[in-house]
């Protein structure tokens, strides 16, 4: 007796065998491919700060860490890889493999600036990485020591007078901060010499032991000196007045200019070539995360701004970020090697 189901292939047209054999494979993939992200993450992540700890980008890192893990199910390790502005720890994460177990987590100086300053840059971030979103971050400030001029005109002032007669300290050369700081000089028309140190955490005390006079920081890093009473924020680079430091001018209200801001914004990438369901999934994941309550209340009191974004988002950021910084890199004649 034949067979008569109508999905029986024995005397079927060849085409119809193909066509069959085709769907059956097709079927397999997907379930191999939903398998494969159902895996992930299949280990600890290891999420890289190119920066010591202790600064701006490091406590921000951390939090983030903490409410990746809770979202993931899964370790989120934060592993300090600081050295040349952060190249080393970025270089690190390029040559790693592309699975998804290793983040970068970093700020605009390695997203954006670090190509513009580069003579010979060691990578290009929107083809060596797969970005997945950009986090937020909080405002620079420019701050003294108590042997300082206690305000920003006066400082601005004195140093007309006597070129280089101040230090300021910086988490190091090319950074975002240092790119900021020495913006604000030259369009302020003065010069104080530039002393790079390997992050916030080692400018802070230089600045308080009296090796440099000034230092450019994040809000959210300084904050404490200047609550503490150790140091004194002269001006926030932002539109308005943090409400965590409402005595802290703008740099606007200080020198009575327009325009003038500075805000360093943090990202999350991962090596290029990373599979794109988990570069998705990683995202969608750092959305759950920057909406938390219990994060996002904790970065406010560091003055650090959550905001959510999309790989696509993020990457059309460092592209604007790119147009904007060109042509203030050119004018002031920074590169490093």
């Not at 971030?125 to 206690?150: C, E, H, R, W, Y």
């Not at 230092?215 to 965590?244: C, F, T």
């Not at 920057?290 to 696509?312: F, G, I, N, R, Y």
Request: with cysteine.
């Amino acid at each position: 007796m034949k067979n008569s189901h109508p999905f029986h292939c024995g005397n079927s047209p060849k085409w119809l065998t193909k066509f069959f054999l085709f769907a059956a494979l097709l079927l397999a993939g997907l379930a191999s491919s939903a398998w494969g992200q159902a895996a992930f993450p299949s280990k600890p992540i290891r999420l890289i700060v190119p920066f010591p700890a202790g600064g701006p980008t490091d406590l921000f890192a951390r939090q983030y860490a903490n409410g990746l893990s809770k979202v993931l199910n899964q370790s989120v390790l934060v592993d300090n890889r600081a050295g040349a502005s952060g190249v080393i720890g970025t270089l690190e994460v390029k040559r790693s493999l592309p699975d998804g177990h290793t983040l970068l987590f970093t700020t605009a100086s390695n997203l954006v600036l670090y190509n513009l300053m580069a003579d010979k840059p060691q990578y290009d971030f929107l083809k060596d990485f797969s970005t997945i979103a950009a986090v937020g971050g909080s405002a620079v400030v420019i701050m003294a020591n108590k042997s300082a001029p206690q305000t920003l005109k006066a400082l601005i002032d004195e140093a007309k007078l006597t070129p280089n007669k101040f230090r300021y300290g910086s988490p190091g050369q090319g950074t975002y901060l240092h790119l900021s700081m020495e913006r604000f000089l030259y369009e302020s028309g003065v010069k104080i010499e530039h002393i790079p140190y390997k992050g916030s955490g080692q400018a802070k005390p230089a600045l308080l032991g009296g090796q440099t006079e000034t230092m450019v920081d994040a809000l959210g890093s300084a904050l404490p000196l200047h609550q503490g009473g150790q140091a004194r924020i002269l001006a926030i680079a932002s539109a308005k007045r943090s409400p965590l430091a409402p005595d802290v001018p703008t740099v606007n209200e200080a020198l009575g200019i327009k325009g003038f801001d500075a805000v360093l914004w943090n990202g999350v990438a991962a090596p290029a070539g990373t599979p794109k369901a988990i570069v998705e999934l990683l995202s969608e994941a750092t959305n759950k995360v920057l909406k938390d309550p219990v994060l996002v209340d904790q970065m406010q009191k560091l003055a650090m701004e959550p905001t959510e974004s999309t790989p696509a988002s993020a990457i059309e950021l460092i592209k604007y970020e790119t147009g904007k910084w060109r042509p203030v890199i050119e004018a002031v004649g920074l590169k490093f090697e």
